[in-house]
């Protein structure tokens, strides 16, 4: 009889020391894998962004000088790239410095994070470069100022920092709008309104907003909370005016 109550408590403390693993292991997952999704979630667009502007870029590039040889390559290391920079643009706007003109005109943050961004890309492709030159051919180090003056191609390098330039320029705006309209709304704005009910949209929040002016300076807070009175009953309508104006006919 104590041998089966032996074996009964041991059966229940391997079955204890299972779901504890167990939770243990879900706990983990939870803790490492949340934050991993949304880093990855995060990257996804400037990813995709970048993947296609790159390999825009490239295959500009290889139609104007007709040099298809290196086609593949130059898109393997193009969609590499991307990758690279999409993670690094989620990287660098969690640094403090990079919020340095977030409360400024739109204007002021997209120039600025676009510049950051197009100084660190060129760095990195004369590093590249630099690598290439004195290790991959053998050269030496200090033969690369040299070689910068004398025989690099500083008219395709140029033409494609431009472009980079230009690839930054047009996430950055796009980034900071979609931070501002929220994610949401511009795709409201970008897919389901038309432009006239989007216009008939703005005018009437706008009347609508110097009614609820108008009403807040003419009665007193208590009015408002109480459900018995006039100016309880104007906000209430203003307020659904509102909602409705939010979601134009499409």
């Given at each position: 009889m104590n041998s089966n109550h032996q074996l009964e408590d041991n059966r229940r403390a391997r079955v204890s020391t299972?779901?504890?693993?167990?939770?243990?292991?879900?706990?983990?997952?939870?803790?490492f894998g949340a934050p991993l999704l949304r880093?990855?979630?995060?990257?996804?667009?400037?990813?995709i962004f970048f993947f296609v502007g790159f390999n825009f870029i490239?295959?500009?590039?290889?139609l104007l000088v007709a040099d298809y040889a290196v086609a593949v390559s130059n898109f393997m290391l193009a969609t590499l790239a991307a990758l690279v920079v999409g993670k690094a643009v989620i990287t660098a706007n969690a640094m403090p410095f990079m919020k340095l003109f977030d409360r400024a005109p739109l204007?002021?943050?997209?120039?600025?994070?676009?510049?950051?961004?197009w100084v660190a890309v060129f760095f990195t492709r004369l590093g590249e470069?630099?690598?290439?030159?004195?290790i991959v051919n053998g050269n030496h180090p200090g033969d690369f100022l040299e070689y910068l003056v004398s025989s690099f191609s500083w008219h395709r390098f140029i033409a494609i920092s431009l472009w980079i330039f230009a690839l930054f320029l047009i996430y950055e705006t796009a980034s900071e709008f979609s931070q501002l309209f929220g994610p949401a709304e511009m795709r409201r704005l970008l897919f389901a309104y038309r432009p006239s009910a989007l216009?008939?949209?703005k005018r009437q929040r706008a009347r609508e907003l110097m009614r609820l002016n108008r009403l807040a300076d003419a009665h007193h807070i208590d009015e408002f909370r109480d459900p018995r009175t006039a100016a309880h009953h104007e906000l209430v309508e203003i307020v659904k005016r509102l909602a409705r104006t939010t979601k134009p006919t499409h």
């Open positions: 299972s779901m504890r693993r167990e939770g243990d292991v879900s706990t983990l997952l939870r803790r880093g990855l979630r995060g990257a996804l667009p400037p990813t490239v295959l500009t590039t290889n204007i002021q943050p997209i120039l600025f994070k676009t510049a950051v961004y470069r630099f690598v290439n030159f004195s216009q008939l949209t």
